[in-house]
């Protein structure tokens, strides 16, 4: 990798910036950013990180063989459109942008590319994003072993087919807010059973990262280790029983599949609106 250009500079570009450098992907000399108009945005980036921004779309793309569309979506249309003439066939396109296809970036682009389109999720924020990426045929082998180096700077990546992406948001892009709401509730029970603020924090906390831990390293399946933790008559199996009359497992099922249908159809409805834009 000799230069990525970054067009966008919100969290999840930052996250990028953050990773690729303390993985030493890329010599900080050859990450350059850039935003519509914040400068202000660039500014904090250049003094926090080490690296270069610029409005001159010339010196942007000078050289870059990497270049990240995180832009908002809603936007991407204006930026990728303003950007087209800069990009080329040997460039490798990596796409955040979510709901926005990979056919829907050429159309606004005019031109054949190849690209990563990728999924990932706010925990990229502390190298714990739990990404999916989809490539085109145009993307080569030297091309792919890149996107998998790029990504693994943010946390676990794995390769889908495009039309999984859907799915993903709903169950792994959404999924940190799943958790953080089975936190709030868990807090909020510690609290109505008299724990102390904190310490309740800390507790739930490790028993996240102790569960997760044990479903990671364990040839057993999570059904295995929730029975082996369910003896008869106890504690925890008196908790089960009210999550299984609340229905608690089929509404995490209903959530993921709400969310994957909610991104299907907001990916449908943008791509529509970018295409039209740029027909018009």
Not at 211 to 238: F, H, Y
Request: charged share 20%; hydrophobic share 45%.
């Amino acid at each position: 990798m000799k230069k990525i250009a970054i067009v966008g500079a919100g969290s999840m570009a930052e996250a990028f910036i953050s990773g690729i450098l303390e993985n030493g992907l890329i010599d900080r000399q050859n990450v350059w950013v850039t935003n519509n108009s914040n400068e202000k945005r660039l500014a904090d980036l250049r003094e926090r990180y080490g690296i270069h921004s610029t409005y001159d779309l010339d010196t942007l793309f000078e050289g870059a063989d990497i270049v990240m569309l995180a832009m908002k979506p809603k936007d991407a249309a204006t930026a990728i459109d303003t950007i087209r003439e800069h990009l080329t066939e040997h460039m490798l396109v990596v796409s955040v942008l979510a709901g926005v296809s990979m056919n829907t970036i050429e159309i606004v682009a005019r031109k054949p590319l190849s690209i990563a389109r990728s999924m990932p999720n706010t925990s990229a924020a502390v190298g714990k994003s739990a990404t999916a990426i989809a490539v085109n045929e145009r993307v080569s082998l030297v091309q792919l072993e890149t996107t998998k180096r790029l990504f693994g700077t943010v946390g676990l990546a794995r390769f889908v087919e495009e039309e999984q992406l859907d799915a993903v948001t709903g169950l792994s892009g959404s999924g940190p807010a799943y958790i953080y709401y089975l936190i709030e509730a868990m807090e909020n029970s510690a609290a109505e059973i008299g724990l102390e603020k904190q310490v309740a924090k800390e507790l739930i906390v490790q028993t996240l990262i102790g569960a997760a831990e044990m479903v990671k390293n364990s040839s057993k399946s999570p059904e295995q280790l929730r029975k082996e933790v369910t003896s008869p008559g106890g504690t925890t199996e008196a908790g089960v029983k009210i999550l299984e009359a609340h229905g608690v497992q089929q509404a995490f099922i209903s959530c993921i599949q709400a969310a994957a249908a909610q991104s299907k159809k907001m990916g449908d409805a943008l791509c529509s609106q970018l295409k039209v834009g740029k027909s018009s």
